[in-house]
């Protein structure tokens, strides 16, 4: 007698990767491809198999975002800082003096902000 078919393990070979057909798991499985089509027809496997990169893409979009408005926060907070630092040194007369200073300024500046940021 042959032994079980490990259809949760085929299903979950077939949904991890959005190459994986059908095909490929009888042949992993040593299934009988129609057989296997049959079944995963009658249980909407390849809809689901959409279903699950459809959600993982809109997850992963949607945790990008969020993490690219938390970096967009943080660099508007710390523009805020250095604005309001370098209006201190304005009002206690500490300008460039030349075209060199500012040059060098705006370096450091900038610098500063990649080092903060990572």
Do not use: H
Request: glycine content about 6%; hydrophobic content about 40%.
């Amino acid at each position: 007698m042959r032994d079980m078919i490990p259809w949760s393990d085929v299903y979950g070979y077939f949904i991890s990767s959005e190459v994986i057909t059908l095909r490929g798991c009888s042949a992993k499985y040593g299934l009988n491809y129609d057989s296997l089509r049959q079944k995963a027809s009658k249980e909407g496997w390849t809809w689901k198999k959409k279903q699950v990169f459809k959600n993982g893409l809109m997850l992963m979009e949607s945790r990008t975002s969020d993490e690219i408005a938390k970096r967009n926060l943080a660099q508007i907070q710390y523009a805020r800082i250095l604005l309001m630092k370098a209006a201190e040194a304005v009002k206690k007369g500490i300008v460039p003096q030349n075209a060199k200073e500012i040059r060098q300024w705006i370096e450091t500046g900038v610098e500063i902000e990649r080092k903060a940021l990572g």
